[in-house]
């Protein structure tokens, strides 16, 4: 059996904590200068920078949504580069609208602190962009 790279095992801790709303969690796993990049979202495409970052994403994620999961279907380790390949759904708050879609993120990781995270929502775009930066 393949063992995962510490990178790997990161991102799954990460996204593990994202969704059980561990945002401390989250938090530790993450540099200090952490960029967020959700400028691939369709509804408030943004950047968030730092932990205060993180912490001011997953409060938005909550006005929005009753529920939001970003569940790993695939992990796809590079090295300093790991493309999470997720199944994302939500309920929205208020409307109860129930979403489910494919995306991706590719996180660079660093030592033991991930240092960025990219959204996507296409997850060919997602492995393109990995492997156009190895």
């Not at 990460?14 to 561990?22: I, Q, S, T």
């Not at 950047?47 to 997953?58: M, N, P, S, V």
């Not at 109860?96 to 240092?115: N, P, S, Y």
Request: contains cysteine.
């Amino acid at each position: 059996m393949h063992e995962k790279s510490p990178s790997a095992a990161l991102v799954e801790r990460a996204l593990a904590a994202l969704n059980a709303g561990d945002i401390d969690e989250l938090v530790g796993l993450c540099d200090r200068d952490f960029e967020l990049d959700m400028s691939d979202r369709v509804f408030n495409p943004s950047t968030y920078r730092g932990h205060d970052g993180i912490r001011q994403f997953h409060t938005e994620v909550l006005e929005v949504w009753d529920h939001y999961t970003w569940e790993p279907e695939q992990v796809v380790d590079q090295g300093d580069l790991v493309v999470a390949l997720l199944r994302t759904s939500g309920r929205g708050r208020g409307s109860g609208l129930e979403v489910e879609r494919q995306t991706a993120m590719v996180w660079t990781v660093r030592g033991d602190k991930a240092t960025s995270l990219r959204f996507y929502r296409d997850q060919d775009r997602a492995l393109e962009a990995a492997a156009s930066r190895d």
